[in-house]
């Protein structure tokens, strides 16, 4: 049965809002007036109207059953398809507005304010409801809202949006509902918002254009193979020459001749091999395999590596303070990450810790941990484990500006290594023959 997401007139004037579940929407007003309300806005709500739709895990784990008895076609027919005749513009410009980084940032610090300012949740959720611009976040901002109304946590919420709320920032929320400090926990979470969103726009800002750098050059050089090569031929009868053109030109002309030629059997090798790559990583062989490498590869693991660990040690630390165990901080703290190869660490850790072990040291086996990391832990769990976890995370921090140093020194080395190749390729098939052909022209000129 559908539901509707609603906002009603109260009989001593107040504005309220809720959700009722109803065969249609004509039948959703009349139970509110049935209620003495006056409904002044109603909407039926989708699973699938917008692109950060919150997350219902009780229909996923019944559909994951279901998919291992049937056929993966019969559980695609149970999607329910939109009806294009309720759908408003609104629910096409939410579907399709951005939620950005610097957005949600916005948002956490203003609810930070409002409680540091003494608004209950519900009067901090309302005015950032009503001053929200962004139409996709105010949507779940009313979401959130009318589910800490009817009594949810602000976390449980949270978590059901992973691609607007990461798991690190719903599990401070968590710490912060449960120990009763949430304005602290927001300003933890607000931190840590800021701290990964300029990382992120510093490995952007290395990485990308290089990348585009590459693949302009490759391009280019295909171009000028393909349109400039076959012209060699008319400039030598220009000339007069009786030259030959070189072999190295001949034979860059068949390649890419032959890849224009044959782009449709390229094509779906190319397609084919993505395809088994994709398949492969989704295998849980596959998947451990490839998030190994992608810790462990050179230049950019490193940096991968100890951002992993930044949030790991961020998440254990949060726990400890709040004084819970290593097994139970190691528990909840797993959820931060969805590299097999790092959850792999941890689930021997939780084991370890479990039957009286070290838990770091399937961390350092596995090389995610560096020795001075597992001298600093070894001698905080002597002393002050919460402490000394600090003291690791400023030395994490250090670690990652290194990492993203030397990933920004390394990038345009690499970039500039493949450009000398592809000018000296360019130059062998393209320039050297037209040169010769000039200067002999000019030689033999009256």
């Known amino acids: 049965m559908p539901s509707y997401k609603y906002r009603v007139l109260m009989e ?46 009780k229909k996923i784990e019944k559909a994951n059953r279901v998919a291992l008895a ?9 999607k329910k ?21 610097k957005d949600v940032i916005t948002f956490v610090n203003n609810l930070y304010i409002l409680k540091k300012a003494k608004f209950n ?14 139409i996709a976040l105010k949507d779940i901002i009313e979401d959130i809202l009318i589910g800490v109304q009817s009594g949810e946590r602000l976390h449980t919420i949270m978590e059901s949006y992973p691609k607007v709320f990461p798991p690190l920032f719903v599990n401070f929320i968590r710490v912060g509902e449960e120990s009763g400090n949430l304005d602290s926990a927001l300003l933890y979470a607000r931190d840590y918002l800021e701290e990964a969103h300029q990382v992120r726009k510093e490995v952007k800002r290395a990485i990308i254009p290089r990348v585009l750098q590459f693949v302009g050059i490759l ?87 100890n951002l ?5 040690f961020q998440a254990m630390l949060l726990n400890l303070r709040n004084g819970m165990r290593i097994q139970e901080s190691l528990e909840i703290s797993k959820n931060v990450t969805s590299n097999y190869y790092f959850l792999s660490a941890i689930e021997t850790g939780k084991a370890n810790a479990q039957s ?18 597992r001298e600093m832990i070894t001698i905080g769990m002597k002393t002050d484990l919460t402490e000394m976890m600090s003291k690791v995370n400023d030395y994490i921090r250090i670690e990652i500006k290194e990492s993203l140093d030397r990933l920004t020194r390394w990038l345009p080395d690499i970039t500039y290594s493949f450009v000398g190749v592809a000018l000296i390729a360019f130059c062998i098939t393209v320039m050297v023959p037209l040169t010769n052909v000039y200067m002999g022209g000019f030689i033999q000129m009256p």
Request: include cysteine; charged fraction near 25%.
């Open 12 to 57: 001593n004037g107040k504005i309220g809002r809720g959700k009722v579940t109803a065969i249609s929407k004509s039948k959703a007003i009349e139970t509110l007036k049935d209620d003495s309300l006056q409904p002044i806005f109603i909407k039926r709500l989708y699973d699938n109207k917008k692109k950060y739709k919150r997350l219902d895990y």
């Open 70 to 78: 049937q056929d993966i076609r019969k559980k695609k027919t149970n």
């Open 81 to 101: 398809p939109l009806n294009l005749k309720e759908l408003t513009w609104q629910d096409i410009k939410i579907r399709f507005t951005r939620i950005k980084r």
């Open 121 to 134: 949740n519900v009067q901090a959720l309302q005015s950032l409801y009503d001053g929200e611009t962004n």
């Open 219 to 305: 391009v280019a050089m295909f171009a000028a193979l393909v349109i400039g090569v076959p012209l060699l031929e008319d400039v030598y009868a220009m000339f007069g020459s009786t030259e030959e053109v070189p072999a190295a030109t001949m034979a860059a002309l068949k390649a890419c001749q032959w890849i224009v030629d044959n782009g449709f059997i390229i094509l779906a090798i190319i397609g084919a091999i993505v395809l088994a790559f994709y398949l492969y990583v989704h295998s849980p062989m596959g998947r451990y395999r490839w998030d190994k490498l992608v810790l462990t590869m050179p230049v950019v693991g490193p940096l991968v590596n």
């Open 308 to 312: 992993t660990v930044n949030e790991f």
């Open 356 to 373: 009286g072990g070290s838990w770091i040291e399937p961390f350092e086996e596995k090389g995610l941990f560096k020795p001075m990391v």
